[in-house]
C-alpha cells in the first residue's frame, strides 16, 4: 500500500542544479544582448542628436552670413563707401546702408560687420558694431574667397582697395566638429547684388 502512494503523486521535485545555472546563463547571454543593442542605440541616437544640431548651427551661421555679404556695399543714397573694408583669407568687414540715412555707422540694423575666424580658439565671430561675439565654436576651418564678374580668383589677399572694387562673388568654406568629433563642412557661393 506504501507504493501506492508515490504511484499516485507525480514527481516533485523540481529542477536541478545544473538546469537552473543552464537557464541563469541564458538569461545572461540574452540580457547582455538587450543591453548591447541599447546601448548602441543611446549612443547612436545621441551621435546623431549632436550632428543634426552642429548642422543646424553651421546652416544658421552660413544663412546670416550670406545675408550679410550679399547686402554688402547697399547704397540707396549714393554716399560712396566701400563694400568691403577688409577682404582677407579669414577676415571680412562689410559696410551697408541698410536703413538708408547715408551713413553705415548704425547698429540696428547693423551696418558694418567684421567676421573673422580665430584659429587658436576655434571660434568664428561676429561683430556688428556692439563688440565680437563668438557665433560658432569647434570650428577647424574657415575660408573666404574672392572672385571677379568673369569668375576669376582674386588670390592677393587681404585684397587691395582696386581688387575690393572688383569683388563679385564670395566663396565662404566653413568646417566644423560636432561633438562627437565628425567632421561637418559647408561651402557657398554668393552673388554681390551691389556691385
Known sequence: MNNHRYLLRP?????TLIEMMVALSIFAV???VVFSFLGNSRRSYNSTSERADYQQSLRAVISLLTREVRSAGCDPTDAGFDRFVVADDQHLRLLMDLDG??????SNPDEDVTWQYLAAAEELQRNGGLG???VLRDVTDVTFAYFDDDG????ATPLSAADRELVRYVDISLTGESGTGEEISYRTRILIRNG
Do not use: Y
Not at 11 to 15: E, H, I
Not at 101 to 106: I, M, Y
Open 101 to 106: 540715412d547715408g551713413d553705415t555707422s548704425d
Open 152 to 155: 576669376n580668383p582674386l588670390v
Open 11 to 15: 514527481d516533485r521535485r523540481g529542477m
Open 132 to 134: 565680437a561675439q563668438t
Open 30 to 32: 540574452v540580457m547582455g
